[in-house]
């Protein structure tokens, strides 16, 4: 587990992060938001110790993680997948590691077959491609078989088989009672893959919740409907308090502000048939985007 407490971070008279606190739970995926500036990045390096707080606490599993030898046997962390070594074969990389921090040598072998590099063990990392060196870092995170994981940005560089490949990395590492913690601007990516989210921006907590609940919060309630009765039924939906009916162009009409069983008695009750109704599911994207509206450092097409 994670535990952030009041973590604050200055440099000078900028504020990175602002009496942050929340909580990462073992057992699920959680996302990591926050706009460009946001502190996440910051945040982060104070978990793993490489930054120190200016106040406030932030600890792995009971203590903070800069108290711990051995470190990669407790948390395992990609940061940025260029920051290694270019000159060393990925081999190479992953044994020195090992050593340092205790770990057997047939750990190399195993995290190199479990991200797909076996084959390139031997190549100079220089050479990789940006997804090779993601899942080099990847392999570096597993390498003490950790109980704490932090990725950030984890997918980039990464072809449609990778992404999956990570999808289904996270969800079984969270599924085997770890905790996971990932940073990411792929909202997409992260509504098919994190159940908890913390969010934040200007260094300072949005939300720390249920990706759903968090969603849900943040977006109106939308349901989508398909009917023939195109003239009679906006019309009694909009006099029964929906805030917009919206003929879309595929035929099907967008409802907000009215639940799917409140639409369908007022169908029933006017006669009027339905082909189609369904609740529209929140999206993350949306819900980011309202949530951090003000918090945005750097807005294109602003006013100058």
């Known amino acids: 587990m994670i535990k952030a407490t009041e973590l604050t971070k200055r440099y000078g008279e900028t504020t990175a992060v602002d009496h942050l606190s929340f909580t990462v739970r073992p057992g699920v995926v959680t996302g990591f938001l926050g706009p460009n500036g946001a502190g996440k990045s910051t945040t982060l390096r104070m978990v793993l110790g490489l930054n120190r707080p200016t106040g406030g606490t932030v600890t792995v599993d009971g203590q903070p993680f800069r108290d711990r030898p051995r470190g990669l046997r407790h948390v395992g962390a990609l940061l940025d997948a260029h920051d290694v070594h270019g000159g060393r074969t990925a081999r190479a990389h992953l044994t020195a590691l090992a050593v340092g921090n205790g770990l057997p040598r047939r750990r190399v072998a195993d995290v190199l077959a479990e991200v797909g590099l076996s084959e390139v063990a031997g190549r100079r990392i220089d050479g990789f491609s940006l997804g090779m060196k993601q899942r080099l870092g990847i392999a570096a995170a597993l390498l003490g078989d950790p109980p704490v994981l932090l990725f950030d940005e984890p997918l980039n560089g990464l072809d449609p088989e990778g992404v999956r490949w990570v999808h289904g990395l996270l969800e079984r590492l969270a599924g085997e009672g770890r905790t996971v913690l990932v940073s990411s601007h792929l909202m997409r990516e992260m509504e098919q893959t994190a159940e908890e989210l913390i ?37 009694l939906l909009a006099d029964a308090g929906a805030a917009a009916v919206r003929a879309e162009p595929d035929g099907s009409y967008t409802v907000t502000g009215l639940p799917a069983d409140r639409i369908g008695d007022i169908a029933f009750a006017g006669g009027l048939r339905l082909y189609e109704l369904r609740p529209l599911s929140a999206s993350l994207e949306e819900a980011f985007m309202e949530s951090t509206a003000e918090s945005v450092e750097y807005s294109a097409g602003a006013a100058r």
């Open 199 to 235: 969010v934040i921006g200007r260094g300072r907590l949005i939300a720390s919740e249920s990706l759903r609940e968090f969603a849900a919060r943040s977006t109106p309630l939308r349901v989508s409907l398909r009917t023939p009765d195109t003239e009679a039924l906006p019309g």
